[in-house]
């Protein structure tokens, strides 16, 4: 059974950055779409970012657009998340997650693997 580990969440001020890293074992990563979420209190899980098998062309949330870059070595069998420019609304857990079938989606239901999410607090 395939498993997700998410690495590298803290604490960090406005504007500043942090890389979170999310690691697979189990073979769950082959030719799988990786994606992350993110998920604040009191609010519902929202789409960050997504690459497919291939690296070619991500996709991203209309609020880290410009910010966030999604990433993947999949020699290594991770994927990464490289957040700058934070801000206090970034605030939130995020969760890396996988789909089997290929596709890079923002729909949440499409992902058949999740890790157990890395706390990000970003302070103003």
């Known amino acids: 059974q395939g498993q997700l580990v998410e690495s590298g969440g803290g604490l960090v001020q406005a504007g500043g950055s942090l890389r979170l890293s999310c690691e697979a074992s189990?073979?769950?990563?082959?030719?799988?779409?990786m994606a992350w979420f993110r998920q604040a209190p009191g609010k519902e899980r929202e789409f960050v970012a997504a690459i497919d098998w291939s690296g070619t062309d991500p996709t991203y949330g209309d609020s880290v657009k410009g910010r966030f870059t999604i990433s993947r070595e999949n020699g290594k069998n991770t994927a990464y998340l490289q957040m700058n420019n934070l801000k206090p609304d970034d605030t939130a857990v995020y969760y890396c997650?996988?789909?089997?079938?290929?596709?890079?989606?923002?729909?949440?239901?499409?992902?058949?693997?999740w890790g157990q999410g890395a706390q990000v607090t970003v302070s103003s």
């Open positions: 997650a996988a789909n089997t079938g290929g596709g890079a989606w923002s729909r949440a239901w499409e992902y058949d693997y």
């Open positions: 189990g073979g769950t990563l082959s030719g799988a779409a």
